[in-house]
């Protein structure tokens, strides 16, 4: 991943090739602004994916990637969960409750047996409407909450997904048996775990290399709160069998979550697949 700052924001680019039903190259530009709404009544995150066949070469698709990006984002959580968070999971925090809280709730709804969910948020309003709307959906009780510690203490699932700077849950917020999704830090900025916190649990990573400088890991690296040795596997390996997941009730399992670009192929294949069975979407040359 290349990773470009600017003043308000940055950019972030990330690539990757993946075998599926033909082997695919997939290129994601974002742009993450943080104040965009506040400041231009825009998304923070903006950007653009292009699709190519990894065999010829050829371009096959351009697409926006804010979508895209949201909905594997969400996948990954719920992925991690049905190998991290213990089987009775049924109660859900959701921290942040924009966009991306609205998909990870959804995500999560496909692979728990969610009784009840907590909403919060820095903006009441915000907590309101996602409270409102998710109930109807997904025909589970979505609460506000005003206490976040209180919150996720009687939850199973806990999901961060915020642009905070600085740490939202801290050891003493988190009851034992809790998985964690960190989804919020996706640059050397951003942070929503103490690193006391990451240091008591166990830890999983989508991408070590990339978790180590930037996300939640990085800050608990750079105080001496743990060590790469200290972390217990990446998801895949979890996924492939390599490594164990849960292995108790009581243990706390983090999963730093920052985007794989293998996430953003897969996921920009079969939006391409679906789209040309479809016959949707417009048709470009691209001029000699």
Request: with cysteine.
């Amino acid at each position: 991943m290349l990773g470009v700052h600017t003043p308000g924001g940055g950019f972030h680019i990330k690539a990757g090739v993946l075998e599926l039903s033909k082997p695919y190259f997939a290129a994601k530009v974002n742009g993450n602004f943080p104040n965009n709404w506040t400041q231009f009544g825009l998304p923070t995150i903006q950007g653009v994916l292009v699709l190519c066949d990894a065999q010829c070469g050829s371009p096959l698709a351009v697409m926006d990637s804010r979508d895209i990006t949201s909905l594997r984002t969400g996948a990954a959580t719920a992925v991690a969960a049905k190998f991290l968070a213990r089987n009775d999971s049924r109660v859900v925090t959701i921290c942040g409750c924009g966009v991306q809280g609205c998909i990870q709730l959804k995500a999560l709804s496909r692979v728990c047996h969610l009784q009840s969910v907590f909403a919060y948020d820095k903006s009441g309003p915000q907590a309101l409407s996602f409270a409102k709307d998710l109930t109807e959906e997904l025909a589970t009780p979505v609460t506000v909450a005003s206490d976040l510690s209180n919150a996720v203490k009687k939850s199973d699932i806990c999901v961060t997904c915020t642009t905070s700077r600085k740490p939202l849950l801290g050891l003493e917020d988190v009851a034992p048996g809790t998985f964690v999704a960190a989804v919020g830090a996706d640059n050397p900025e951003k942070q929503e775990l103490q690193p006391e916190l990451i240091a008591k649990s166990k830890v999983v990573v989508d991408v070590l290399e990339q978790c180590a400088v930037m996300g939640d890991l990085h800050h608990a690296l750079d105080v001496g709160a743990i060590t790469l040795a200290d972390i217990h596997a990446e998801l895949g390996e979890v996924v492939a069998g390599r490594k164990p997941g849960r292995v108790t009730d009581r243990e706390i399992i983090i999963f730093d979550s920052t985007g794989m670009a293998l996430q953003d192929v897969a996921a920009a294949a079969a939006v391409y697949e679906k789209a040309t069975r479809l016959g949707v979407g417009l048709q470009l040359g691209l001029a000699a």
